[in-house]
C-alpha cells in the first residue's frame, strides 16, 4: 500500500513558479513510475508529466514542456514539479500518481495510487 500526498499548491501570479511535492509512505516507492496530472474546473484530468522508476527517463505534456520538470528522490520517497512560466491555464488542482509494471505514463487509466490533490492558481 502506498500513500501519496502532495504539498506545494497555492496563488502565483503569471511567470511566476511553484514547486509542487508528492511524499510517498511505503517502502517500495522506488518501483512506481511516478507522476502528475491535473484537472481544471469544468474539465477532464490531463497529463502533465512522468518519471520512470530510477528518474532516467521523463515525458511531459505538450503545454508545459520547457517550463515544467519533474524529478523524483527515491531516498525521500518523493517527487517533485518544478513549475516555470506559470500560465492562468494552468491554473488547476494537480494530482499526484503512481503506477507499477510500467516506464511511463500519459494516461488516468491503470493507476494503482492516487493522491488527493493541491490547488495551483495562476493570476493575470
Known amino acids: 500500500q502506498v500513500q501519496l500526498t502532495e504539498s506545494g499548491g497555492g496563488l502565483v501570479q503569471a511567470g511566476g513558479s511553484l514547486r509542487l511535492s508528492c511524499a510517498a509512505s511505503g517502502r517500495t516507492f522506488s518501483a512506481y513510475a511516478m507522476g502528475w496530472f491535473r484537472q481544471a474546473p469544468g474539465k477532464e484530468r490531463e497529463f502533465v508529466a512522468s518519471i520512470t522508476w530510477s528518474g532516467g527517463s521523463t515525458l511531459y505534456a505538450d503545454s508545459v514542456k520547457g517550463r515544467f520538470t519533474i524529478s523524483r528522490d527515491n531516498a525521500k520517497n518523493s517527487v517533485y514539479l518544478q513549475m516555470n512560466s506559470l500560465k492562468p491555464e494552468d491554473t488547476a488542482v494537480y494530482y499526484c500518481?503512481?503506477?507499477?509494471?510500467?516506464?511511463?505514463?500519459?494516461?488516468?487509466?491503470?493507476?494503482?495510487?492516487w493522491g488527493k490533490g493541491t490547488l495551483v492558481t495562476v493570476s493575470s
Open positions: 500518481a503512481a503506477r507499477s509494471g510500467i516506464s511511463y505514463f500519459t494516461s488516468t487509466s491503470g493507476m494503482d495510487y
